[in-house]
């Protein structure tokens, strides 16, 4: 016979600080509401730390740009298919000594909760053709994946991309950008929750069904 008991179990959850109080900047989208806190209008001011200003006058700043990106895998590296890609390891998003202490323990909970809006407003501004997801062992990695190919812009040399026209140049330097802004976006939004939530344990019940032995009377 199954019967429903309770499992005692220690998680990790944020917690917002005593600096901190969730109030929705105006014009963003409540807490609760499968939103973030901060809301989309909060990151209209998010600073370039992946994004770079490019001509889209010149061919060649272009090509420099697609060509030097940062690249990774899109699914597996064994399947060597790559795309575009930015790097967001603890030690590579020019933290505090003391935010980076603060960003290990926020690993262990929920925190992407509050960054997925981020990555829901870029897809769906892509009318759903491109969006972005983690890779890597540890989720260290952003990349921006499209919806009818395994890659975006995989092996193509330098010289391949001075065979595109300058509108087809100019329209794949301005996803790439959207997608360097929308990281910074979620770098943001990640140094805002180390700055003003903190890390707390709690021990919650969780229903467990187990089997048990029930004899009759006889």
């Not at 603060?102 to 925190?111: E, F, G, H, Q, V």
Request: include cysteine; charge should be positive; hydrophobic fraction near 35%.
């Amino acid at each position: 016979m199954k019967v429903a008991g309770l499992l005692k179990q220690t998680v990790k959850r944020r917690h917002p600080g005593n600096r901190m109080s969730f109030k929705t900047p105006p014009g963003a989208h409540a807490p609760g509401k499968g939103r973030s806190v901060f809301g989309p209008s909060y990151f209209l001011e998010a600073k370039m730390f992946f994004e770079q200003k490019i001509d889209l006058r010149s061919k060649r700043a272009m090509v420099n740009f697609l060509d030097g990106h940062y690249r990774y895998y899109t699914m597996n590296s064994w399947n060597r298919t790559t795309s575009y890609a930015n790097r967001v390891k603890i030690p590579y998003l020019g933290l505090t000594r003391e935010q980076a202490s603060r960003a290990y323990d926020m690993l262990d909970t929920d925190y992407w909760d509050e960054l997925q809006p981020i990555i829901d407003d870029f897809t769906s501004e892509m009318k759903g053709q491109y969006t972005i997801a983690t890779n890597g062992r540890s989720g260290g990695y952003l990349v921006l994946y499209s919806k009818v190919a395994s890659g975006i812009d995989d092996g193509l040399s330098r010289d391949e991309f001075m065979d595109w026209s300058m509108s087809d140049l100019r329209d794949r330097v301005e996803l790439v950008c959207r997608f360097d802004r929308a990281s910074d976006e979620i770098r943001d939004a990640f140094i805002n929750l180390l700055d003003n939530c903190k890390v707390v344990e709690e021990t919650v019940m969780v229903p467990k069904t187990v089997k048990r032995i029930v004899c009759s009377t006889a």
